[in-house]
């Protein structure tokens, strides 16, 4: 089995072999460019991005400057959002739904190292698959750790260090992240805190009891 092989399985491998180093430094190159265009080229990294990524649904936008391992690992559905400096360590699978956002400076972290320093400093490695649902909003600065599933509907908040799989229709934050509470069908009216949608008005009102 090559260290691919063993990576792709979630088993220990080494990452220093010719071939992975190789699909590292082409992604690099890759998104060198991708980091380097003009701001009005959207076209041309959008057509980056469908070529280094194993699945692009319609209408994704990526903000540079973006970076990532080895992009193929990457699936993302449709109308995804990444803001400045998304960063994901794709060694294994990282499964993206629709109608996703990522706020500035979320990091998906697929990648791991043994707790032991023997193993890690013989260079001893392992990835873990991240899925992410759908109508998923990450805030700012979020974390997302190896092997982490988070459902449908799921609000992350900024800050937060997720280390473990979180329901659907929840809202969660913290370091490690913990669910705070479920999201229900009141909050729809809502779009601050006690700050009320008016439909069709430039104006809000206030959540009586708060």
């Known amino acids: ?62 903000e540079p400057p973006f970076r990532c391992d080895y992009g193929y690992n990457i699936s993302v559905g449709l ?27 979320v990091s998906l972290f697929t990648a791991g190292h043994p707790i032991h320093f023997e193993p890690r400093n013989e260079g001893i490695e392992y990835a873990f698959p991240i899925i992410i649902g759908d109508n998923v909003w990450i805030g700012g600065g979020a974390i997302v750790n190896p092997g982490v599933t988070i ?25 490690p992240c913990r669910v705070i509470r479920k999201i229900t069908d009141e909050d729809n009216q809502y779009y601050f805190k006690n700050l009320k949608i008016v439909p069709d008005t430039h104006s809000y009102e206030v959540r009586k009891n708060e």
């Open 79 to 105: 109308n995804f959002y990444a803001n400045y400096n998304c960063t994901i360590l794709d060694c294994a699978k990282v499964k993206i739904g629709d109608n996703v956002m990522f706020a500035p400076n």
């Open 151 to 175: 459902g449908n509907n799921v609000v992350i908040g900024s800050g937060s260090v997720v280390t473990k799989d979180m329901p659907s229709n929840s809202i969660a934050a913290g370091n």
């Open 1 to 62: 089995m090559t260290e691919k092989e063993k990576m792709i399985n979630g088993e220990p491998y080494k990452s220093v072999g010719k071939e992975l180093f190789s699909e590292r430094q082409y992604a690099k190159e890759m998104l060198f460019e991708f980091n380097s265009l003009r701001p009005d080229e959207i076209d041309k990294r959008n057509e980056i991005i469908k070529k280094l990524f194993g699945n692009v649904g319609n209408n994704v936008y990526i």
